[in-house]
């Protein structure tokens, strides 16, 4: 038999027919997915989270992991409807973006020119605001989140306090992020469309979207038998049940509620350029005004993989890896969700933790990412553990220590009762304090639907303790009182940009009861001229003098009035409790003075 020579062998190997070559399956990006997703729930304490991924015009995941409902260990599933809280300002503004497609509505057109009745803390402010200011947090107005959250106003009630709330900065000068703004913008929106904000959601973008189990109401959410139930970890970092609230009246900045399958439907549109199953849903110019620098935000660089950050219209610009990317995240007491998208790419994330504050909303998102763009995965999950600790321990410290400023041996200067009454601000609207019956929180605090204690801290303050379960914690309250001796306001920062918000104290409730004015009514003398004190049809006390005109009296406390008009007078009704007075106490600035009552 002859050998070949190599060289033979090369020449032969020519003249063979090729071979096909055998393509090789693509990797799974997403292989082992299900065990990292519940590794990220473990380490985070978090019941349970959705996941919606979208690329190329295709969902690739839509799936619940964990429980919903821990004590009844209901299971997450790509149905289940959670809130998606301030991921909402991105649909508020997609729904405004068919206004602007139908030539209903302007990106820079003043507010005023849509709503005349806009009123902000100044005429200037008033009179400059655009549409688009209202949806880039660039009004000068900080978040006054206080005045809103719990609040049973309804949005056209809290609309019209906007004047109330004092501005930290000027127009288009510094980014603020700020909800009652998008609450506005979708208010606008509601009368350019001439129905509603939620019914523009629902015309504009859930029935195109065919997004059937969305909603944009607690009571949307609660219809649904596939719900989220929210928790919150409690100061040992153990998940506690944590109510959902209702958003409803401040809903165009975050009262949306939605599920992983619906949410992946929002997702192909934004990755297929305003389009979906061949129908234009939002113009490709507004999807990129919404998705393009608008204000910028400070650039903090911690991390390298993380590119400076602008905010655009309901959406936040930045880069990662170098793959340039828009989100926006969701919190509620109860709830943390996030969604990202990479344009160029056409791939879309979404994240929904039933947990206050999760940090698996962020590091899941990270992770998808990482793996969806095929690059070597960044130990988020680690990095963010370790921060997280650090701020646990810090904050357990800081409790630990009492480092929070304080007097020592100090006690309230007037008996606990004088603190009682109601307080009220024409923007935050009215506290309530109450003695709670405990010795060591002895003052309750009601306010927007939220109650709690507080504690004598020092001097005229009470302070709410540390509680991770209590909405209210850390509030500190300092009474202020008048030239008189009357606690006549409390103050308490409820907004840290601005100075703290002064509540003032309203007239005790007594002194309104027809039955208590009636024993101040009669006639009093003083050197023989006649002090008239009336009760009007409407229930007011008045106080004519011969030669004068009737003045109104404000009840202030005990049986002190104040009288309206010029000067500063006082009348004190003195005489047994619960019968007719026996005189009158003058005060004035010019002399006090007795009148008896005349018999």
């Known amino acids: 038999m002859m050998h070949l020579t190599r060289r033979a062998v090369a020449a032969a190997l020519l003249i063979l027919p090729a071979l096909p070559v055998l393509a090789q399956p693509a990797a799974d990006p997403l292989a082992g997915l299900d065990a990292k997703i519940a590794a990220e729930l473990e380490r985070f304490r978090t019941p349970g989270i959705t996941v919606a991924i979208v690329k190329d015009g295709q969902v690739l995941l839509a799936k619940g992991y964990g429980l919903r409902h821990v004590e009844q260990k209901l299971p997450m599933t790509a149905d289940t409807v959670q809130p998606i809280a301030s991921i909402s300002k991105s649909f508020t503004v997609a729904a405004m973006a068919t206004l602007v497609r139908d030539g209903k509505l302007a990106w820079d057109q003043p507010v005023r020119e849509v709503l005349p009745d806009f009123r902000l803390y100044t005429d200037e402010l008033t009179a400059r605001v655009s549409v688009r200011d209202l949806v880039t947090h660039r009004t000068g107005l900080p978040r006054h989140d206080g005045a809103w959250f ?172 170098g793959e340039r990317y828009f989100e926006h995240g969701g919190d509620m007491p109860g709830s943390a969700s996030q969604l990202m998208v990479f344009p160029a790419r056409r791939i879309g994330i979404f994240v929904s933790a039933n947990l206050s504050g999760s940090v698996a909303r962020t590091t899941v998102p990270y992770l998808l990412a990482d793996l969806l763009l095929g690059l070597p995965p960044v130990d988020w999950s680690g990095r963010l553990k370790a921060e997280d600790d650090e701020f646990w321990a810090a904050e357990k410290a800081a409790t630990a220590q009492r480092v929070d400023p304080q007097v020592p041996g100090t006690q309230p200067s007037r008996p606990l009762a004088d603190y009682a009454g109601d307080y009220e601000h024409p923007a935050y609207g009215r506290l309530q304090i109450a003695l709670s019956g405990q010795a060591q929180r002895p003052l309750q605090l009601r306010y927007n639907g939220m109650t709690s204690a507080a504690a004598h801290f020092h001097f005229e303050v009470f302070k709410v303790p540390d509680n991770k379960l209590d909405l209210m914690e850390q509030t500190k309250l300092q009474f202020i009182t008048n030239i008189d001796g009357d606690v006549e306001a409390v103050q308490t920062r409820m907004e840290p940009n601005v100075p703290p918000i002064v509540f003032k104290r309203l007239p005790d409730a007594r002194l309104k009861d027809p039955k208590v004015l009636a024993r101040f009514v009669g006639e009093y003398v003083i050197s023989g001229n006649p002090l008239t004190v009336a009760l009007r049809a409407d229930g007011v006390l008045t106080l004519s003098t011969p030669g004068q005109p009737a003045y109104e009296l404000t009840g202030l406390t005990g049986n002190r009035f104040a009288v309206k008009g010029p000067g500063d007078r006082q009348l004190v009704f003195r005489g047994p409790p619960d019968a007719l007075a026996d005189d009158v106490a003058v005060l004035s600035s010019w002399g006090n003075f007795i009148a008896p009552r005349k018999r």
């Open 150 to 321: 719990g609040s049973p106003l309804t949005r056209e009630q809290l609309y019209a306090r906007l004047r109330y709330m004092e501005p930290s900065a000027g127009l288009r000068e510094r980014f603020q992020y700020n909800n009652f703004m998008f609450m506005t913008a979708g208010y606008l929106a509601g009368r350019v469309a001439g129905s509603s904000w939620e019914q523009l959601i629902d015309k504009s973008l859930f029935d195109p979207l065919g997004m059937k189990r969305s909603s944009t109401t607690l009571a949307g959410l609660n219809a649904q038998v596939d719900r989220g139930s929210g928790y919150t970890l409690d100061d040992d970092r153990r998940p506690k049940p944590q109510a959902y609230q209702a958003l409803d009246a401040m809903g165009p900045t975050g009262s949306i509620n939605s599920s992983a399958n619906d949410m992946a439907r929002y997702l192909l549109m934004l990755t297929s350029r305003g389009s979906l199953d061949g129908k234009v849903v939002i113009a490709p110019a507004d999807l990129a005004a919404m998705t393009s620098p608008q204000m910028v935000l400070p650039f903090r660089g911690k991390y390298p993989e993380l590119g400076p950050v602008q905010y655009g219209m309901g959406t936040f610009v930045g880069s990662y890896r």
